[in-house]
């Protein structure tokens, strides 16, 4: 059982927006800002959000985060067959002293 | 060019040591955090904990304190994940990551390519 929540699953159609949710406490995201990880078969991890809503570099504008109390979200935009990906959020803890990953959310784009 | 390279795949049998490695270049070793992330057949990702280099400053994951052990070699710019009796259940894909800046928090914005840990009797 993950600190952090995220639905198992999340799907769209091209070009569609989607968001995927994590739910957490006030020892993680009700502390500490929300990062978001993009994992595809057969490779690294990649930093897709950082400090909540910042957009590395080289990250299209198409994927957005936002945080809100306990509660954060991704949002995809102009969904691409390129996105079908898992995607992980995750957040420092306070009480652990640790950072914490949601369980991951697998995105099917249909 | 700044990387991240994780030593080879490894298989072994329960109750083994193991060190697996995770060599930096391309930026000062000793100013950003290095962590490990665990992803067992089929399931998500796992924080196992981080260290930095520049004063060996190390926190564990609650699940994984006291069965691993998180190290850095200034000198090697290399960091090590190790495991003194290895189980069954150690059997993963392990990655190495660096943070996004000096500031300890969960953004990891450099990632190794991992390595695959086996263990098998």
């Known amino acids: 059982q993950s600190v952090l929540t995220q639905p198992p699953s999340a799907s769209g159609t091209p070009g569609q927006r989607v968001t995927i949710s994590c739910s957490g406490s006030?020892?993680?995201?009700?502390?500490?800002?929300v990062n978001w990880f993009q994992h595809l078969p057969g490779a690294a991890p990649k930093l897709l959000i950082y400090?909540?809503?910042q957009r590395p570099s080289g990250v299209p504008d198409r994927f957005s985060g936002s945080k809100s109390g306990t509660s954060a979200s991704l949002a995809i935009s102009g969904l691409q067959s390129g996105d079908e990906a898992d995607y992980y959020c995750?957040?420092?803890?306070?009480?652990?002293?640790?950072?914490?990953f949601g369980g991951g959310t697998k995105l099917t784009v249909l | 060019e700044v990387q991240l390279v994780q030593s080879g795949a490894e298989v072994k049998k329960p109750g083994e040591s193991l060190n697996i490695s995770c060599k930096a270049s391309?930026?000062?070793?000793?100013?950003?955090?290095i962590g490990w992330v665990r992803q067992q057949p089929g399931k998500g990702l796992e924080w196992m904990g981080i260290?930095?280099?520049?004063?060996?400053?190390?926190r564990y994951s609650p699940s994984f304190q006291g069965h691993v052990t998180i190290s850095a070699d200034k000198s090697f710019r290399t960091a090590y994940l190790q495991w003194s009796n290895l189980r069954a259940s150690d059997t993963a894909m392990y990655y190495c990551?660096?943070?996004?800046?000096?500031?300890?928090?969960?953004?990891?914005?450099?990632w190794g390519q991992g390595t695959v840990v086996r263990v098998s009797s």
């Open positions: 990551m660096r943070s996004l800046s000096m500031i300890i928090s969960g953004a990891f914005d450099l």
């Open positions: 391309g930026y000062t070793f000793t100013t950003y955090w």
């Open positions: 260290i930095y280099p520049g004063d060996s400053d190390t």
């Open positions: 006030s020892s993680n995201i009700g502390s500490n800002p």
């Open positions: 400090s909540s809503n």
């Open positions: 995750a957040a420092w803890d306070d009480s652990l002293d640790a950072s914490v």
